[in-house]
């Protein structure tokens, strides 16, 4: 069940709750009018969970589906192996920077099927992409998996021919960005090119294959210069390749290819998911200071790509959805500040909440008890536990209460086992 | 000589004097008290005191006190030989008879345990092993409190050589036959950490019982409620000991009386701390959760006070 | 004359006694006058170490303890009762540590076992045959202890002059100073001056010295034998020594 706790989340908590009471006669909203009973679903896969569910010789804590459009509540808890492609085009760069030197040390790359992940992937299913896109906003503690589960989502959604638009760190924009030049297309705004290069060639390596075969055309004509222009009924690869090309445009670029995926998505041609991890960056404050005056930092908001971003944040479309993130670490944090909470309403700030609402908030919680099992089960399946006392019950419950079952947490305490 | 005596008879009055006077104080605090004047102790004079003349000076010893004069003027030897002059002790002219009939006693204390040994080999026992005195236990008085009993001054050699034969005589297998002898010149140690101060089981409406215990380590304070029959939740400052503690070093300072005596994932643990930083806040918890813990486990009653943590205020 | 020679020997043989922490030593717990400070520690001599290891503590103390009479120390900040508590590991922290920050210190170290465990772990896994993976060893604490091990010297250079002349003196080393120049050597592989790819974190570093220098290969075990060689090549010195 999606554990909408505060009553501050009174709107999206009304969206949330529309679609998981089973009766929706009230369904005044415009968000997704399909029925899941959860509560039903999730019995019934709690009732029948998955035992021994490999050949013999793997342990428990796997699970042969690779196929995460199969995945349903029955594979809670266990470790599903994504293929090397799959991870070449979604998870190349969305994960905990922990993660990767895992994968190659263990030869091979699994991910925990969890809940939230299930409980997105089952509205995702059940949704109506005739009306408009739904914002599912992924929220937890720090370390809690919220990133992972994004990534589970991308791989769900590209296997089924979505295509991803991926911005695996949002705060990158607004701190570490190396080149930003004023807006020449609006005045007030400033453009990061390489930045919007760079989303661009994530946006061709995550949907390769995909766009070729689509063959999108853009529904009217982008004049760049006087010599450079796009016409209307021109690829939509051509479009990015230009903009990868000639970076001076790229954030232009970018603009455009964000409004000709939309229509598309709302045609019906293709189907968009839209994700950002650390959306909650885009209403901070940046770390680039401004000319006039040394003490004043520019907003997010005064930067293109965010707007652009926004814009595919924004309802006005049909046909996909967003799944974003709302992360502690995205925000200007002060240090030992008591004040702070993992809560979206807190992170987003009054301006990001207005705009964003409605979104259907997904509660990322720590490992219970036999997730918590589980990833310790596959840590000693791949030798990860060195230590004796690891491979005692003992040794467990200390890891548990020094972790207090928080993944990452969980993930650090381990390896000094 | 006459002089002498004269000194010790006068030195005689002056002490009767005082202590009558010190008798008549005495009534007087308690009247003032409105405690019976037959009935007054002298904690009852000590905390008198303290209640009519309040002082705020640091050392204990500068501070208003009403003691027996035995305890304030120092003794004086009595006189020691008569009027003749013949002395009264035997040893009186070895300069210091105390200690050399202390030391002449010490060896037939020995010799007598010697001759008993041998009877008990003759008859084939052995020595009783649960009666062997703990040398650990306790020290031999130091030489100025062996002084001080004697009332003689000795010299190094000669508190040396008290030493060396009073340990030959404890270490001795039925030493314990002479326990009260040895003991006289023993100050028994009792380790603070002994002592157990262990708070006692309060039981809430449900009928799970808790204890509540407070720690402190440089200006960290903590206040912990225990419960039993848990599940190893922890809460402090109404957050998860995560978020309280992000370094992993204060987690584990937290869960080491735990981890210690056994109880880790059988208690639950509600805790509230202030003041200091992190370090120190985890030194209290790990305090204060140390000594309730204990209790519980009967067996484990002395080992948790092994590693208490100190909040020496300043070396801390 | 004489008696204050004896006096002062005595006073020697005091002061040696009062230093051993035999409980047969007869000046156990004497008075301040014969208490000789220790290090300016705040704790006298009288204080015993804590007890903080569980194994250390199986039985309930025996009636003749020593701990149940004496008073004891508190337990340090590092002297926590875990299951992975290590001495070793402890040692390294505190000498890798720099301005009291314990805490870097520390996430250096877990994240050196991280990596050791990462490379081993990768040769394991991409190794099919048995034979072959079970020569590699995965545990990280043996490949530390046993790089530390390697590194230690057996000897080192102290000067002596002699004539106006400053000579190399190859000498015996102690426990202690071996210890310590092992753990000093691995450091500095890993963080000194001479790291051409400073690309690379201290840990990333730091792992691969350990896996090297288990194998008697690395840049620390490499300034152990120059010392080595050094002493090897003064040893006609040896006897300046004395």
């Known amino acids: 069940m999606f554990s909408i706790v505060r009553p501050v989340l009174r709107r999206s908590a009304c969206a949330c709750r529309l679609i998981t009471s089973s009766s929706s006669n009230n369904s005044s909203t415009e968000q997704g009018s399909g029925t899941i009973n959860f509560n039903e679903l999730f019995q019934k896969g709690i009732e029948n969970p998955i035992r021994n569910p490999v050949k013999k010789g793997l342990a428990v804590c796997r699970t042969n589906q690779t196929d995460p459009s199969q995945h349903t509540i029955r594979h809670e808890g266990l470790y599903y192996r994504v293929a090397p492609e799959a991870i070449q085009r979604w998870m190349k760069e969305g994960l905990h920077p922990d993660i990767y030197p895992l994968f190659r040390a263990f030869n091979e790359s699994c991910l925990m099927v969890r809940r939230p992940a299930i409980e997105i992937m089952e509205c995702m299913r059940a949704a109506d992409y005739s009306l408009p896109a739904i914002r599912y906003m992924l929220y937890g503690r720090a370390g809690s998996g919220k990133s992972s589960t994004l990534a589970h989502l991308m791989h769900f959604c590209g296997s089924q021919d979505w295509v991803i638009t991926h911005v695996p760190w949002a705060p990158v924009l607004h701190r570490y960005s190396k080149e930003r030049v004023p807006s020449t297309f609006k005045e007030g705004r400033i453009d990061q090119p390489a930045d919007a290069a760079k989303w661009l060639s994530r946006l061709m390596t995550t949907n390769d294959p995909l766009l070729k075969t689509l063959n999108l055309k853009t529904h009217r004509k982008y004049i760049w210069s006087r010599r450079e222009v796009t016409e209307e009924g021109d690829a939509l690869t051509e479009l990015i390749d230009f903009g990868l090309q000639r970076v001076k445009y790229a954030p232009d670029v970018m603009g455009a290819v964000i409004r000709e995926l939309k229509l598309h998505a709302s045609s019906g041609n293709v189907k968009v998911l839209v994700a950002i991890d650390g959306v909650n960056g885009m209403w901070e404050q940046t770390r680039y200071i401004r000319e006039e005056s040394r003490h004043k930092f520019f907003h997010a908001q005064e930067l293109t790509i965010v707007q652009h971003l926004m814009e595919f944040l924004k309802n006005d479309w049909t046909g996909g959805a967003s799944v974003c993130t709302v992360d502690e670490g995205a925000t200007i944090k002060e240090m030992n500040d008591p004040l702070t909470s993992y809560m979206p309403r807190f992170l987003l700030g009054q301006k990001g909440f207005d705009f964003l609402d409605p979104f259907i908030p997904v509660h990322v919680p720590d490992y219970s008890d036999k997730e918590a099992n589980s990833c310790l089960d596959y840590y000693t399946d791949r030798k990860w536990i060195q230590h004796p006392a690891g491979l005692t019950e003992a040794g467990r419950t200390e890891m548990f209460f020094l972790s207090c079952k928080n993944p990452l947490e969980l993930y650090k305490v381990s390896r000094r086992w | 000589m006459r002089a002498y005596l004269e000194r010790a008879k006068a030195h005689d009055a002056f002490m009767q004097g005082e202590i009558s006077e010190y008798e008549i104080g005495k009534r007087h605090l308690a009247n003032i008290m409105g405690a019976d004047p037959d009935n007054f102790s002298q904690e009852d004079i000590d905390k008198a005191v303290e209640y009519l003349l309040p002082s705020g000076l640091f050392d204990k010893e500068a501070r208003p006190k009403m003691k027996h004069p035995h305890d304030v003027i120092p003794k ?176 584990e ?64 | 004359m004489a008696a204050s020679m004896t006096k002062g020997v005595l006073n020697c043989c005091r002061i040696i006694c009062q ?224």
């Open chain 2, 76 to 251: 004086r030897k009595a006189a020691e030989f008569d009027v003749d002059g013949r002395p009264f002790h035997t040893y009186f002219y070895t300069a210091k008879p105390q200690f050399f009939k202390l030391m002449h006693d010490a060896v037939f204390v020995l010799e007598s345990l010697k001759k008993e040994e041998d009877k008990m080999l003759r008859r084939g026992e052995e020595a009783n092993a649960d009666k062997k005195i703990i040398i650990g236990a306790s020290v031999w008085l130091t030489k100025p409190a062996v002084e001080e009993k004697l009332q003689e001054k000795l010299s190094d050699e000669e508190y040396d050589s008290f030493i060396r034969l009073f340990t030959r005589i404890i270490e001795h297998p039925i030493s314990y036959a002479e326990e009260t002898f040895i003991m006289q010149y023993r100050r028994v140690l009792s380790a603070e950490s002994m002592i157990s101060s262990i708070p006692e089981l309060i039981y809430d409406e449900a009928g799970r019982p808790y204890q509540e215990a407070e720690g402190a380590r440089k200006t960290s304070k903590a206040y912990v409620k225990i419960w039993s029959q848990g599940s190893g939740h922890v809460t402090v400052n109404g957050t998860d000991l995560l978020d309280c503690f992000p370094e992993i070093l204060d987690r």
């Open chain 2, 253 to 316: 300072q937290v869960m080491s009386p735990l981890h210690f005596t056994n109880t880790l994932g059988r208690v639950d643990i509600e805790a509230r701390v202030e003041g200091g930083g992190h370090s120190s806040r985890a030194g209290a918890l790990r305090e204060e959760a140390l000594s309730p813990t204990s209790s519980e486990i009967p067996p484990l009653r002395v080992s948790p006070r092994i590693i208490k943590n100190n909040n020496v205020s300043f070396f801390g």
């Open chain 3, 19 to 242: 230093n051993s922490k035999s409980s047969a030593s007869i000046y156990k717990a004497s008075s301040p006058i014969w208490q000789v400070p220790l290090r300016n520690s705040s704790y006298s001599s009288t204080y015993l170490e804590p007890t903080y290891r569980k194994a250390d503590l199986d039985q309930p103390l025996d009636a003749s303890d020593d701990r149940r009479f004496l008073p004891i120390k508190a337990a340090k900040n590092d002297e926590v009762s875990t299951s992975t508590l290590d001495p070793l590991l402890n040692k390294f922290i505190r000498q890798m540590m720099r301005k009291g920050n314990k805490q870097i210190s520390r996430l250096v170290m877990d994240r050196t076992i991280e990596r050791i465990k990462q490379f081993q772990l990768e040769k394991y896994h991409k190794e099919t045959s048995e034979e072959k993976r079970d020569l590699i060893n995965l545990e990280p604490i043996s490949i530390i202890y046993q790089a530390v091990e390697n590194c230690k010297p057996l000897l080192t250079i102290q000067h002596a002059r002699r004539g106006g002349v400053m000579y190399m003196v190859p000498i015996p080393v102690k426990p202690s100073y071996a210890l310590y120049k092992s753990i000093d050597w691995i450091i500095e592989a890993s963080t000194g001056k001479h790291r051409t790819n400073t690309d690379n974190r201290v840990w990333d570093d730091m792992a691969r010295e350990f896996i090297a220098a288990a194998k008697n290969d690395g840049g620390a075990i490499r300034k152990k034998q120059e010392l080595h060689r050094l002493c090897e090549a003064n040893r006609a010195y040896a006897h300046y020594r004395w």
